[in-house]
């Protein structure tokens, strides 16, 4: 009797522990996700800094309606792909192996474009332009979640955000000249510095 | 004596459960500092909850125009809103040139706008709260404003 008794204590102890275990989880907030913008111009000594919860954005995307964005969608025009088949094109670079598929060498300008641990990277250095060089590391989850809307003419940034935010760390886009300086990144802290 | 001591106590206690219930909205903060010889200095400390009483008296009329280009965009600003009241102390938009400086951020339950140039140093802090019910009250005035 008193085995019984002591162990449907220890029962009741576990099952208490347990569901305040699930509740203490459940009441934790998930933690904010940030797009930063940090825009510097040394030739002028001006910087802008944008912090934006992505939260936010998931939140607002949808609710505007206006011009090509509809309820978290953009209308692509016919002509902006120029007949090409992004999604076939995508597809194939999403079930691909790591590699370079593009790399061309100009003398004026240098184009490269690779998928890499799981991220779509596209390299820009553009030699007659101040040297300028743009880097866009795009996570495939991103790209597959740009192009989940089942319409062919329509790009889901609302998904896309919302990939965003399950991403980890990551610098989006660096742009840079001899005189500006753009970066676009994700991460948790709400302070761009 | 006694009964007048209760009488008092009753407009005391009255009187702040009224305060606390004008400032339980928070406080409007403004704060213009001038950088002229002359300077002047405007500083505005106001219960935030006068600003959507003070929408009542303004006639729908002159909120036309406000109301029906807000009224559209109401859900973007709802949600806007919403998650800004629910999101973390951050600074949103900070630009710096070179004598000038402007800040947009959230602080607690307030949007607060610095913006510091050669001439001025400019400090408003507005609660959420404020927001959200006067830009309701000014998109509700358009549906009677066809006088």
């Known amino acids: 009797m008193q085995k019984a008794t002591r162990a449907i204590g220890v029962c009741c102890v576990l099952a208490l522990t347990i569901s305040n275990l699930a509740v203490t989880a459940m009441a934790a907030p998930a933690t904010e996700r940030y797009l930063h913008v940090k825009v510097d111009d040394g030739s002028k000594g001006e910087s802008v800094n944008v912090n934006l919860p992505l939260s936010m954005a998931a939140a607002i995307l949808p609710t505007v309606n206006k011009g090509t964005l509809h309820n978290g969608h953009v209308t692509i025009g016919a002509t902006d792909f120029n007949g090409v088949d992004v999604r076939a094109i995508l597809e194939a670079v999403r079930t691909a192996p790591d590699n370079e598929f593009v790399s061309v060498k100009e003398k004026d300008q240098d184009v490269r474009v690779a998928k890499s641990n799981g991220n779509l990277i596209v390299h820009v250095l553009d030699k007659s332009k101040d040297g300028e060089k743009v880097d866009v590391i795009i996570p495939m989850k991103v790209v597959d979640a740009l192009f989940s809307t089942a319409k062919e003419n329509e790009l889901d940034v609302a998904a896309a955000v919302r990939a965003l935010s399950d991403a980890g760390d990551a610098v989006l886009v660096t742009v840079q000249d001899a005189t500006e300086h753009v970066r676009i990144w994700i991460d948790s802290h709400s302070s761009a510095e | ?147």
């Open chain 2, 1 to 147: 004596m006694v009964l007048l001591g209760k009488v008092a106590l009753g407009i005391a206690g009255t009187a702040l459960a009224g305060l606390g219930l004008i400032c339980s909205e928070g406080m409007i903060e403004v704060n213009v500092v001038e950088k002229q010889p002359e300077a002047h200095h405007v500083y505005v400390l106001a219960p935030a909850m006068l600003v959507p009483i003070t929408m009542h008296f303004i006639p729908n009329r002159k909120l036309g125009r406000a109301a029906s280009e807000i009224k559209p965009w109401m859900p973007t600003i709802r949600a806007a809103l919403e998650q800004l009241r629910a999101s973390e102390d951050v600074t949103l938009v900070e630009v710096r040139e070179p004598g000038q400086h402007v800040l947009v951020a959230k602080s607690g339950g307030s949007v607060v706008v610095d913006v510091t140039d050669n001439d001025d140093i400019v400090h408003i802090s507005t609660p959420i709260r404020a927001i959200e019910s006067t830009v309701e009250q000014i998109a509700a005035a358009s549906s009677d404003t066809r006088d």
